[in-house]
């Protein structure tokens, strides 16, 4: 199993922790992977009970990239005929909350994986990096895209350049994680966030995540007109009365996700 998915996590119904399984190989991101991801991915967002994800590695890392003895001898039609980015255009889609829990090496593959997810929690091991060039290729799932848009062009010319890894301090100072934790206490911090976003009503959280990403694809005017409909668009769920009518009568809100 390339993947593991544990549902309610530590308890919490609504909580899922999805674990990347190749430790051997660092877990580098074979199609079979990217695939049983996707699909497990899509399964969560299908679940009633499901409201926040978390995606993870192990301690030595989050993933060292895509594979390499799969990739060593493609060529493009072999990329193109066999859809090999299905997963990774679909990842997108997902509407729910995804944080990515990163011990350990974020490379490649791996760190367009994490910059993916909705937001990164990284221990203070972690390492990130873009080191295609030094193995004469570049990055073809972010990793001048997105990468460039979080740290800047210049900070993300160096890394895809030198193909140098950053730590986790540089890679906070940069703004492309959001918070760094004791690598021990990663699981548990990460959990911690995850039970707060939970915690609140999973229509406004997701137009809100939605909005976000939207800020990336999209002039600020287009934007904020988005943001405003996706705004109003709360007032028509039941949670934005529960959590308004709660605040009044000082009492925690009930939320049911409708
Ligand atoms: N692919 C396949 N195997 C890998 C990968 C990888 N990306 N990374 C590590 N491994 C394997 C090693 O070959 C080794 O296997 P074995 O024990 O059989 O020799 C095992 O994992 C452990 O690795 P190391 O012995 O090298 O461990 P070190 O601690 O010495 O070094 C490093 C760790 C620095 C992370 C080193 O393994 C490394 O440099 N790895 C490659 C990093 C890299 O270049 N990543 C980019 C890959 S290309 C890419 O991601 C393009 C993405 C495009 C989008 C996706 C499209 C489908």
Redesign the pocket.
């Known amino acids: 199993m390339n993947i593991i998915v544990e549902k309610n996590w530590d308890n919490h119904p609504h909580i899922a922790l999805v674990k990347l399984n190749r430790p ?3 877990n ?2 074979s ?1 079979d992977l ?1 695939n049983e991801l996707i699909d497990a991915l899509f399964k969560l967002e299908d679940d009633k009970e499901v409201r926040v994800i978390v995606l993870t590695g192990d301690d030595r ?1 989050f993933a ?8 060593v001898e493609h060529t493009p039609v072999d ?1 193109i005929m066999e859809n ?2 299905r997963a ?1 255009s679909q990842l997108p889609l997902i509407g729910k909350p995804i944080i990515a829990a990163v011990s350990g ?1 974020a ?4 760190c ?1 994986l994490a910059m993916t997810c909705d937001m990164i929690i990284a221990g203070d091991n972690a390492k990130f990096g873009q ?2 060039i ?2 004469g ?1 570049m ?3 972010g ?1 001048t895209q997105r990468l460039t848009r979080i740290i800047g062009k210049s900070k993300a010319m160096l890394m895809n350049l030198t193909g140098e890894m950053i730590d986790a301090k540089k890679a906070y100072d940069w703004g492309l994680v959001a918070k760094v934790v004791p690598a021990e206490t990663l699981l548990q911090e990460t959990f911690e966030i995850a039970k707060k976003i939970a915690a609140k009503a999973p229509v406004a959280v997701r137009l809100a995540k939605e909005s976000i990403n939207r800020a990336y694809e999209t002039t600020l005017k287009e934007g904020m007109e988005f943001e405003r409909r996706n705004f109003y668009l709360t007032f028509s769920s039941a949670d934005q009365k529960e959590g308004m009518r709660a605040f009044l009568e000082k009492r925690e809100a009930k939320y049911t996700g409708r």
């Open positions: 051997k190989v660092l580098a991101l199609t990217m890392a060292a990239g895509a594979d390499i003895a799969e990739m990329k090999r980015f990774w090496f490379l490649g593959g791996g367009e080191p295609e030094s193995i290729a990055p073809g799932a990793g």
